[in-house]
């Protein structure tokens, strides 16, 4: 431990050392922002490609950060006093925690390539809660999150199984058909992603061109996601529909969680979220990785 801060933050990422401490030292400023460090890893058979392998860590870094901050918000005040249930923290938070940098390395384990993903990602707990309430009151939003939050799980459990067809696959043929359907199923799941960051977006940010670029993102990944044309449909022709309350004193209108740490250096553009995070495959043709053979 460094003053209070664990020393694997400042080692997997020494370029944002001075942000986690900016974040993590107890001052006013910042008092309600949090932190967490998240970490996915693949280790690559005799069939997988490098690419496919980065996909793998960096969706498991995905669901390792969601959880840590579903944990974290489950214990949070201003988030338990919401009666809201665990499932629809990790229905919604997805789209609202902010990935500030990731870091992907390779190494040996013994004749084992494994690929390893850190992600640093952060939230602010009162924007958060503020926006889970904005997406709870949207009847759109809040029905298609579920139904996608629900679909990408069924599709978690089918990457699985696949992976083990991969790996016990006896003929070439096999071995294609396998490798094919694990990147549709990851290309789904990406897409279901940008699916969601699409409604957020619309219900926290503009019902304009951020969700129909997230829209279109999310069809060039899978084009025949059925959950695009229904976003579609909705997005472009309806204004968010949130219920009408009294506003409660010193409440704000809801917004995606504003961040005050910038991103890394040689990071350009606004920082992704975590439904944001993916990895896309080269254009060339993928290489499989042989025993023996080099990458």
């Known amino acids: 431990m460094l003053n209070g801060l664990p020393c694997r933050l400042v080692r997997v990422l020494p370029c944002c050392g001075a942000l986690v401490m900016m974040s993590l030292f107890h001052s006013p400023a910042l008092a309600d922002i949090r932190v967490v460090n998240a970490e996915g890893e693949h280790r690559m058979g005799d069939r997988d490609t490098r690419e496919d392998a980065i996909r793998l860590a960096v969706e498991a870094a995905k669901r390792n950060a969601l959880e840590q901050v579903a944990v974290y918000l489950e214990s949070v005040t201003v ?3 919401m009666d809201v249930t665990k499932d629809e923290i990790r ?6 925690v902010i ?3 990731q870091q992907v390395t390779t190494t040996l384990d013994g004749d084992v390539v494994v690929i390893h993903v850190n992600l640093l990602a952060q939230m602010d707990t009162d924007e958060v809660a503020r926006a889970i309430t904005a997406l709870r009151e949207n009847e759109d939003a809040r029905v298609q999150l579920a139904v996608l939050k629900k679909e990408n799980e069924q599709l978690q459990e089918e990457l699985n199984a696949v992976n083990q067809m991969l790996g016990t696959a006896a003929t070439p043929e096999q071995v294609q058909q396998a490798a094919q359907k694990r990147k549709e199923i990851l290309n789904r799941v990406q897409s279901n992603a940008m699916v969601s960051q699409a409604w957020t977006n619309w219900v926290l940010v503009s019902p304009g061109g951020i969700s129909q670029g997230l829209l279109n993102s999310a069809s060039g990944l899978s084009p025949a996601n059925p959950h695009i ?3 579609q449909q909705i997005i472009a022709y309806r204004q968010p529909r949130v219920p009408g309350q009294s506003p409660t004193p010193a409440s704000r209108p809801p917004q995606m969680p504003k961040h005050e740490m910038i991103p890394p250096p040689g990071v ?6 975590l439904n944001e995070m993916i990895h896309r495959a080269p254009t060339r043709p993928p290489h499989l990785n042989h025993p ?3 990458e």
């Open 91 to 96: 229905t919604y938070t997805a789209g609202l």
């Open 292 to 294: 023996g053979g080099g």
């Open 268 to 273: 350009s553009g606004a920082p992704r979220t």
């Open 229 to 231: 044309a229904v976003a």
């Open 99 to 101: 990935v500030l940098a």
């Open 79 to 81: 988030v338990s006093d």
